[in-house]
């Protein structure tokens, strides 16, 4: 009997060590297949951020096939002061691609130039990010967003700015080289102000105190960094042609408007070739 007892302990006991083993190697499993899948996502995250391969500009801008050049993330830092910007490689221009880069970093640094002039004895900080809106083989559309602040200001200030590329031409598009503004195309657009913005106070500012001929001015003057119409612009996506303006400071200092392209063919300028880009509105702007 009790080697029948000492036979079951000792099976009891080395069934509780392999179930011990067994936990352990489970807890041990737990711990780094966590941290693996961990890793995994953030080298994941870090990819869709970065401009070298920026999946997540692709899945918004509906970028189209076969596009003979890439973006790469560059960036100007100084102090408190972080600016990041696209630039533009692999194109067969050498000399073209240097305008192209040029002109985004420049536009991406507007800014600063504006904020140093005027704060020159006040510490300034600003962090400032881009997004390709749109990417096609001939025509690139940045979003420029950020914030800055400076000891002499009340509040920070929330920055939205833009710039859209010819790239075969490595030049520039304002938005009165791409759409035919006039009195209605402004009446169209307030007309789609009214109906889409549901902020009293924006639609009061831009509607009421805002009238169509200063309307018509801001957007000759958009896109022309800082310069003519302040914070005004434009910029490209999928469907739309998108419009930023400056607004009070409690509804966030800008607001931006996407106009379908279908709602406003009739104001297409097509012998602008950036609509090549877009054959289906061309096609139907033209008939």
Not at 111 to 137: C, G, H, N, V
Not at 166 to 173: L, S
Request: hydrophobic residues 30%; charged residues 30%; proline residues 2%.
């Amino acid at each position: 009997m009790r080697e029948k007892v000492k036979v079951l302990i000792t099976m009891f006991l080395i069934a509780l060590l392999i179930t011990s083993c067994n936990k352990k190697n489970l807890d041990v499993n737990a711990t780094v297949t966590p941290e693996s899948e961990q890793v995994q996502v953030v080298q994941e995250t870090n990819i869709t951020d970065s401009g070298n391969n920026n999946s997540k500009e692709e899945e918004k801008s509906q970028t189209t096939k076969n596009i003979p050049y890439s973006i790469v993330d560059e960036s100007y830092t100084d102090k408190e002061i972080t600016i990041r910007y696209p630039q533009v490689t692999g194109t067969d221009n050498s000399k073209g691609q240097e305008k192209i880069n040029e002109l985004l970093k420049f536009e991406a640094l507007v800014p600063l130039d504006d904020y140093l002039s005027s704060t020159a004895d006040y510490d300034l900080s600003m962090d400032i990010d881009y997004e390709i809106t749109w990417k096609s083989e001939n025509l690139l559309s940045v979003q420029y967003r950020g914030s800055s602040y400076s000891e002499e200001a009340a509040y920070p200030l929330d920055l939205f700015y833009t710039i859209n590329i010819d790239i075969k031409h490595g030049k520039k598009i304002r938005l009165k080289d791409v759409i035919k503004l006039d009195a209605k195309f402004v009446e169209k657009f307030r007309e789609h102000i009214a109906k889409n913005i549901h902020d009293d106070v924006v639609k009061s500012y831009l509607l009421e105190r805002t009238t169509s001929d200063e309307l018509l001015k801001y957007l000759n003057g958009a896109d022309s960094s800082f310069e003519i119409s302040n914070f005004t612009f434009s910029y490209f996506t999928k469907d739309s042609l998108g419009i930023s303006l400056t607004t009070l400071h409690g509804a966030g200092d800008h607001t931006e408007f996407e106009l379908k392209y279908q709602d406003i063919k009739e104001f297409l300028n097509t012998e602008n070739e950036v609509w090549k880009e877009f054959p289906e509105i061309l096609e139907e702007s033209r008939n």
